[in-house]
């Protein structure tokens, strides 16, 4: 059976203040580095063979701390990169909601393509799904560590677990340095073993408690 585990990076300041990320490399600040040492050894309990990781920083830089932990070398895939968000990267969700009150209703609708320039749900799982993948199949068997993205984290395992977007939408958002388990066997292909599993740290500026 193989086992993979996705791992959400930790606190940047622009996942405190609300802003759109996407593709933009925006570094760990000190809560998101001290969530990633916390996790490691967590992680480093469940014996993982691999470690691959998006090459943006804030999640490149929570698989070294597992690395550090481990002893094990860091892949990176740009496959596992957040959703790109168009328009919007860079800006206030605040901003967001004044300028592209059209499509900001349709996001918070759950429109897999709003607009805006902004990746469709169904390329973005396509993407990280097949990252994930070829992330398991690196050890057939084994255990492989993925840091990626929230947004990405949620429709390459959905991509994986063959759910549509409606069922998605149910499933709580991975919190910051928080992991989905997924196992793969020959008789039921890849199933859900555990969500937004992790340490419960404290919160983020500006986030509630």
Not at 121 to 136: M, P, T
Not at 150 to 163: E, P, T, V
Request: some cysteine; overall charge negative.
């Amino acid at each position: 059976m193989t086992r993979l585990i996705v791992w959400r990076h930790g606190n940047t300041d622009w996942n405190a203040a609300s802003r759109v990320q996407g593709q933009t490399d925006v570094a760990l600040n000190d809560l998101g580095r001290e969530q990633a040492r916390e996790a490691a050894p967590l992680l480093a309990a469940l014996r993982p063979d691999a470690i691959v990781a998006s090459d943006l920083s804030r999640a490149a830089d929570t698989a070294a701390a597992l690395a550090a932990v481990t002893g094990l070398p860091v892949r990176t895939d740009a496959r596992l990169r957040e959703r790109y968000f168009g328009r919007w990267q860079g800006l206030a969700l605040t901003d967001v909601a004044a300028r592209f009150p059209e499509e900001y209703a349709r996001w918070r609708a759950g429109d897999p393509d709003p607009g805006a320039e902004i990746e469709t749900l169904d390329d973005l799982g396509k993407r990280v799904g097949a990252a994930f993948q070829d992330a398991a199949d690196l050890v057939p068997g084994g255990t492989v560590v993925v840091a990626t993205h929230g947004g990405g984290a949620r429709q390459g395992c959905g991509y994986l677990l063959g759910w549509d977007h409606a069922v998605l939408r149910t499933v709580g958002s991975l919190q910051n340095c928080h992991w989905t388990e997924l196992r793969h066997d020959d008789v039921r292909g890849w199933h859900l073993r555990a969500h937004n599993v992790g340490l419960i740290t404290r919160p983020a500026p500006g986030e509630p408690v």
